[in-house]
């Protein structure tokens, strides 16, 4: 990640009005705006759904970084963020470092939670799930390079954990199997038993934690993104002012019963209007 000082001057200028906006492809940014609400309860919040895109996870990076890019100049344009927090691991590894020179906001991207990963581990194996355009990239590669380099970073790339994370959200059921079918794909790699530690590297993959858990057994600790970037987005806005003066919207690129259906979850999670964008 890119480190931003904070600019001292700013924060008696910025419209106390001004949200905070997370994107995502669907709901795994909840899983990071429940860790930003946790530090920023009173932050006014945009969450946005990029729902007609999803997944993103198997789009190439031309596709990812056009789609990301044209989005969040619109909605910048549009709701005047005092800030933009990527929360989504595909967007941030492909588009990250176009966005920010293109965008005036600032931007806190989602990376990979390789490096605590490399200190949690004691076995040395390290599994990460992510999608399949993120456990491709050359971001992962670095990551893997300058902080696990003496370690073992066996990758899987589970598109079908994403859909089981919006399903679960939208309060349907899951077959249990596909808990169990990605825990193989990691542990029937070379090494793949003695992993002890997981990078949940999709902001889905929080929102199916205890699914994970189970389905891996004892032994195995999960990491994912989210303290550190809801800490990275209390960083950088520091000392601003806060007043929401409407309640938090949700925003989706689509409608239709897949976002009737997020109702209770969005409201769980601060969400009490919806519209299409
Ligand atoms: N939540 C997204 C991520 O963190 C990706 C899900 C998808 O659209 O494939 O990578």
Redesign the pocket.
């Known amino acids: 990640m890119t480190v931003q000082s904070r600019d001292p001057t700013t924060a008696s200028t910025v419209d106390p009005t001004a949200p905070l906006l997370l994107f995502?492809?669907?709901v795994?940014?909840l899983s990071v705006l429940r860790k930003v609400r946790a530090l920023l309860p009173q932050a006014p919040v945009i969450y946005v759904a990029d729902n007609a895109g999803?997944?993103?996870?198997?789009k190439t990076e031309a596709q990812i970084a056009a789609r990301v890019s044209g989005l969040l100049g619109r909605l910048t344009e549009r709701f005047r963020p005092r800030l933009v927090c990527i929360a989504?691991?595909?967007?941030s590894t492909i588009a990250l470092a176009s966005v920010r020179e293109v965008l005036e906001v600032p931007i806190v991207g989602?990376v990979p939670a390789i490096k605590p990963a490399a200190s949690m581990t004691r076995t040395g194996v390290i599994g990460l799930l992510?999608?399949a355009a993120?456990i491709r990239q050359g971001y992962v590669d670095r990551l893997e390079a300058e902080f696990a380099a003496d370690k073992r970073l066996l990758r899987h790339g589970a598109?079908e954990l994403?859909t089981a994370a919006e399903a679960k959200l939208r309060g349907e059921s899951v077959d249990p199997a596909v808990y169990a079918r990605a825990v193989a794909a990691l542990r029937s790699q070379p090494d793949g038993e003695r992993i002890d530690t997981v990078v949940l590297a999709?902001?889905?993959f929080p929102l199916i934690e205890d699914e994970l858990r189970a389905a891996f057994g004892p032994g195995v600790s999960f990491i994912d993104g989210s303290d550190a970037i809801a800490r990275r987005v209390a960083f950088l806005t520091e000392g601003q002012d806060w007043r929401r003066n409407q309640p938090d919207l949700a925003l989706f690129t689509k409608g239709g019963d897949d976002v009737d259906q997020l109702g209770a979850t969005l409201v769980a999670n601060g969400l009490e209007r919806v519209a299409i964008f």
């Open positions: 995502d492809s669907g795994g940014g999803l997944p993103y996870g198997s989504c691991n595909t967007a989602t992510g999608t993120t598109p994403v999709c902001t889905h």
